[in-house]
């Protein structure tokens, strides 16, 4: 982690500044220095117990609190340093106290970034043959590997992870540890990159944003698990009139950054950037199809490659999918034809999406759909990757999306979607599981591009 940098206003209480995050600087061994982190962790554990503002974010900063209150001198010093990975463990890097409740942010004298500094304990952790999650999350996070396998076998996959195949999901639970209760992503016979390349949408001629032209980034999720979503984005676009290409080097790496594995996320950086540069140069812009990756894309990797050309600029060209539409919309104007959505729509706004500091840019998005009730949920659905999967952890996913999901269905809407598909599985989970005093889970899209590509009629 950086030092903290200097103030000239002299200490203060709070911040009115955009909060600022410094490069991570992965690459020295000072970084991985096991004692010095937990030095760091002590000065901002510190700094959180005499605050508590994020007492109600996730679990990780209740756990800090009850092991203080619960220690015997009833402060962070009679906390066993062993302890702290209790906190680390509940931490799902979703950004949210940094970007929404902190206020020691930088450029405050105090310099919290809590998230990075979670994400340096775990890389310090890594480095000392301590991986995050264990073996079988590790195996997890390989997701274009694991897409590749079960890609072939889909439906024997999706069936032997089905949730009522007790068969298999029970010794999944066993040997694994993967949670028997967690609705687990489906896999596909044809990625998305496949459909494209076999079905690509013509132009319309009614768009009016001809001038552009935009390369989508697939993500791992959307192209093995959810090709809807990049179908409906692809016809989007094509209905505004703009030149798509669909493009899928590898995973962003999201999954390696949430285990700590910093030098593997370096590499797909560099391998991504390189693929997309020419296409930027070309004109294109980028767009991401999920949140977290393009959080990854416009500002994770720029604090771990700030040196690299390639990497600045496509985090500048990139774009979430729904912020681009909008984009669209205020600048050349949306093509005709959106019909009003019956039923209403919840749409959950990811912690990765708000991490972005773009707005609420899907549930703007399906507000131009004309006559159509949106309900926005801005709380974190607890799911985290492989956090919501594992058996360890899945009790807390629960425990911390249940508000979300008891909002969602309070709204009695008919459909349900968010920026991030794995939140929108667990949501519907949940609500459908323990609110059926509120009717039940509303029929769901894993992402809002699907919703408005309904109500243009294209899906």
């Not at 709380?379 to 508000?403: E, L, N």
Request: glycine content about 8%; charged content about 25%.
């Amino acid at each position: 982690m950086s030092q903290t940098p200097p103030t000239s206003e002299g200490r203060r209480e709070g911040s009115l500044d955009a909060p600022t995050r410094h490069v991570l600087d992965w690459r020295s061994d000072a970084f991985y220095d096991l004692e010095a982190v937990e030095k760091e962790m002590e000065r901002v554990f510190d700094i959180c117990h005499g605050c508590r503002r994020c007492f109600n974010l996730c679990d990780s900063f209740p756990r800090l609190f009850d092991l203080i209150d619960e220690s015997a001198t009833g402060e962070l010093d009679g906390v066993a340093k062993a302890d702290y990975a209790k906190v680390d463990e509940a931490c799902t890097l979703c950004d949210m106290c940094f970007m929404t409740k902190c206020p020691y942010v930088p450029p405050h004298e105090w310099a919290l970034d809590f998230p990075h500094l979670i994400l340096r304990y775990r890389a310090a952790q890594r480095k000392h043959g301590h991986a995050e999650g264990g073996a079988v999350s590790e195996q997890l996070a390989k997701t274009d590997r694991n897409g590749k396998l079960a890609q072939p076998i889909a439906p024997l996959a999706n069936f032997a992870s089905r949730r009522d195949n007790w068969l298999t999901r029970k010794p999944m639970e066993g040997v694994l540890g993967i949670s028997a209760e967690v609705e687990l992503p489906k896999y596909h016979s044809r990625t998305f990159t496949q459909r494209a390349a076999l079905q690509p949408p013509a132009l319309s001629p009614e768009g009016k944003a001809h001038a552009r032209k935009a390369v989508l980034y697939a993500t791992c999720f959307v192209d093995y698990n959810t090709p809807a979503t990049g179908v409906a984005a692809q016809a989007v676009l094509a209905k505004q009139g703009v030149e798509t290409e669909v493009v899928y080097p590898v995973c962003c790496g999201m999954p390696q950054f949430e285990h700590g594995d910093l030098e593997e996320v370096a590499k797909r950086a560099e391998q991504v950037s390189d693929v997309l540069l020419p296409y930027i140069e070309s004109g294109y812009d980028v767009i991401a199809l999920t949140a977290s990756c393009g959080l990854m894309m416009k500002f994770e990797w720029p604090l771990l490659l700030p040196e690299d050309e390639a990497v600045k600029r496509l985090s500048g060209a990139t774009y979430d999918i729904c912020e681009y539409v909008v984009d669209i919309a205020k600048k050349e104007g949306l093509a005709p034809g959106l019909q009003t959505v019956s039923g209403g729509i919840t749409a959950h706004m990811a912690c990765h999406a708000r991490a972005q500091n773009m707005g609420a840019k899907s549930a703007e998005m399906l507000r131009l759909i004309p006559d159509t009730k949106v309900d926005v949920i801005e709380r974190c659905s607890g799911h985290g990757g492989t956090f919501g999967v594992m058996k360890k952890t899945h009790p807390v996913a629960r425990k911390v999306g249940r508000p979300a999901a008891k909002l969602a269905a309070q709204k009695q809407n008919g459909a349900l979607c968010s920026d991030c598909p794995l939140a929108c599985k667990h949501l519907g989970q949940l609500m459908a599981e323990e609110m059926v005093e509120f009717g039940g889970a509303p029929g769901q899209a894993a992402h809002p591009i699907e919703i408005f590509a309904k109500a243009y009629g294209l899906i």
